[in-house]
């Protein structure tokens, strides 16, 4: 089945540490995102990436890193910089063309313990 | 920068009713509306695509409108049910990159 895929779905980091958290696409879209939702609230944008080996900062970039080495994946750091870390993580992925559907991941839950 | 506003944050009505939920947002210049169902936990769910070359989509009990010129687009959706209860988020979407609101969380009674 085609979708994106987000691992994992809880992750846990101590404070200092720098955690990773894994999308993956299986729908040959050229653009991936990633968004962070807080309780009650939309989605904002952290970073994106409209093609291989290249990104944008999003509205809150701050305190997180990405790579883009392959199309099909679009991996998110959150580091030690982030302070408010915790939150819910949606990564999504579009063809990159202006007239495009956005299609979401299931979610990576992290929490700072 | 483009604003969206979803009215009301949440609803909460029997079983059966027919109800709008609210999108507006502040740049008309927008490419596609898009309507999201997010249950608790989850990720999104698309429900509609509205290119901004259209007035409407409709999908089952779901029907989504358009309209540039007031910066509104709603979504309808007929004879209500339990299942329909989530939260509703619509985004403003360019090249996939969205602009959202905050969502409507609907509650639907048996």
């Known amino acids: 089945d085609g979708g994106i895929t987000q691992s994992p779905k809880y992750l846990f980091r101590k404070e200092g540490q720098n955690v990773t958290l894994s999308c993956e696409q299986n729908l040959n879209h050229d653009a991936m995102y990633w968004y962070r939702q807080d309780p009650g609230q939309g989605l904002r944008l952290i970073y994106y990436?409209?093609?291989?080996?290249?990104?944008q900062k999003g509205d809150i970039a701050e305190g997180y890193s990405v790579s883009r080495e392959k199309k099909e994946s679009f991996p998110l750091t959150v580091t030690s910089a982030q302070k408010n870390p915790t939150a819910f993580y949606l990564c999504?992925?579009?063809?990159?063309?202006?007239?495009?559907?956005?299609?979401f991941g299931q979610g990576t839950r992290l929490t700072v313990v | 920068k483009q604003e969206v506003t979803q009215i009301p944050a949440a609803l909460s009505v029997p079983e059966g009713e027919n109800l709008v939920l609210n999108c507006s947002f502040t740049?008309?210049?927008?490419?596609?509306l898009q309507w999201f169902r997010q249950d608790p936990g989850k990720g999104l769910t698309s429900l509609l695509l509205?290119?901004?070359?259209?007035r409407e989509q409709t999908s089952g009990r779901l029907n989504a409108s358009l309209d540039k010129s007031s910066g509104r687009s709603t979504l309808y959706i007929a004879a209500s049910q339990p299942g329909d209860s989530a939260t509703y988020l619509c985004g403003n979407t360019n090249a996939g990159k969205s602009t959202f609101g905050d969502g409507t969380t609907l509650t639907v009674k048996p």
């Open positions: 990436s409209q093609i291989v080996n290249d990104f």
């Open positions: 999504a992925s579009s063809s990159g063309q202006i007239i495009t559907e956005a299609f």
């Open positions: 740049d008309s210049a927008i490419y596609n």
């Open positions: 509205i290119q901004s070359s259209q």
